[in-house]
């Protein structure tokens, strides 16, 4: 049986409001000493900003976080999983759309609600046949894979 994506989600999900400045943001990314955070607007799921987000739009080309709305810079439209999706099938999006991250949604009261996040790295850290997977991705891409990932795909696999 195939794990699931609830077997390892993140359920503590740290949350933005799309109309916080980036300065606010990253300063709740440090606090929490995560790599993003996903963005809401009115409780409904808008976009996630990420590391490179504000790499890519704020400090390479120099403009000001305090006067930058997340919304403006954060990477939308947002890819999401329930949470009784296959590994294997999330792992497969990411590629597709070439994204580390995961938003799991589920329906409750017809509603749907943000109940956990899962990443490249998650999934890495537990599936040594997906490790090998990303590692041959990496190699065929010529890419690097990001600093969390390296430890594991590189010393990890048996």
Known sequence: MSAKIRDLMIRKVITVNSDYTVKHAADIMNRYEVGCLVVLEKERVLGILTERDIL?????????????????????PVIVVGPDVPLEYA??????????????MESHNGKEELVGLVTLTDIARVQTK????LKEHFEREGETPPKSMEKVINYYIV
Do not use: G, N, W, Y
């Not at 792992?91 to 799991?104: A, G, R, S, T």
């Not at 997906?130 to 997977?133: A, E, R, S, T």
């Open 56 to 76: 890519k739009r704020i400090v390479a080309v120099a403009r000001d976080p305090e006067k930058t709305f997340v919304r403006e810079v954060m990477s939308s």
């Open 130 to 133: 997906l490790i090998k997977q």
């Open 91 to 104: 792992v497969m999006l990411m590629f597709e759309h070439k994204i580390k991250k995961l938003p799991v």
